[in-house]
């Protein structure tokens, strides 16, 4: 969408809309309808029909509404653990990462980033303790190292793909950039996987534990806080 955002601002609303949902398609498209590209796509559809309509909704609301199309489009979606993870990886961002992200130190380039993949980690935490039964505790800190480059492999990916379909002799020359990105990405995710720290599900419930008790307690000083401030 920021490719084509130059073009798109010169169209009335409807055609505008007609060709960002025809840009998603393309994008499924050569991305083999993957069960994660399948949500992210029918997420931007719903989003962009919504914004047609007059009525923009929650991402939360966006996200619900575009599981149940595409579990009523193939049922066998819920078998995916792709697809599972990309739902719940999209719900905790949804859900957590402002929160978390207001409560960060840090300054705010590094401090929104890793809260959105500490609220996305959150999110596939149960899908990755029922399917693999350990959760690699380095993931967020990996994330944060590999999505510059995983953000600019999208965008440059499509880009160049989409030159390359038309010109294929420029092929080798425009990919070169993203073997240099995928390279990148893969020795993260090679590094991350190294490291042994890990938790089951036994140590998950633990942490939670531990984390809801330092909250509550949070909460508990901030009530005598205020309670002191009143009465003063």
Same mark, same amino acid.
């Given at each position: ?12 609303? %409807?055609?505008?809309? &007609?060709? +960002? ?37 929650? =991402?939360?609301?966006?996200? &619900?509404?575009? !599981? ?19 739902? %719940? ?12 992200? +207001? ?14 993949? #500490? ?18 505790? #380095? ?10 480059? +995983? ?9 160049? =793909? +989409?030159? &390359? %379909?038309? !010109? ?23 590094? %991350? ?11 998950? !419930? ?24 009143? =009465?003063?």
């Amino acid at each position: 969408m920021a490719l084509a955002a130059p073009l798109l601002r010169r169209l009335r609303l %409807g055609s505008r809309t &007609a060709l +960002a949902l025809a840009i998603v398609l393309v994008f499924a498209a050569m991305t083999r309808f993957e069960p994660s590209v399948l949500r992210a796509s029918a997420m931007a559809a719903i989003a962009l029909l919504a914004t047609l309509g007059g009525r923009p909704a929650s =991402s939360l609301r966006v996200l &619900a509404y575009a !599981v149940v199309a595409l579990l009523l489009a193939d049922p066998f979606l819920l078998h995916s653990v792709a697809f599972a993870l990309s739902c %719940g990886a999209s719900a905790g961002i949804a859900l957590l990462s402002r929160p978390i992200g +207001a409560r960060l130190p840090g300054p705010r380039f590094l401090r929104e980033p890793f809260a959105v993949s #500490i609220g996305a980690q959150i999110g596939v935490l149960p899908v990755l303790l029922w399917v693999f039964g350990t959760f690699p505790l #380095i993931t967020p800190f990996s994330n944060l190292v590999a999505a510059p480059a +995983a953000e600019l492999l999208g965008v440059y990916g499509f880009l160049a =793909s +989409a030159i &390359a %379909g038309v !010109v294929p002799s420029l092929g080798p020359l425009l990919q070169q950039p993203t073997a240099l990105l995928v390279t990148w990405i893969t020795g993260v995710a090679r590094s %991350g996987a190294a490291v042994p720290f890990r938790i089951d599900a036994r140590g998950a !419930v633990g942490l939670a534990s531990l984390l809801a008790a330092g909250a509550s307690l949070a909460c508990l000083r901030a009530d005598r806080a205020v309670s002191d401030t009143a =009465s003063r």
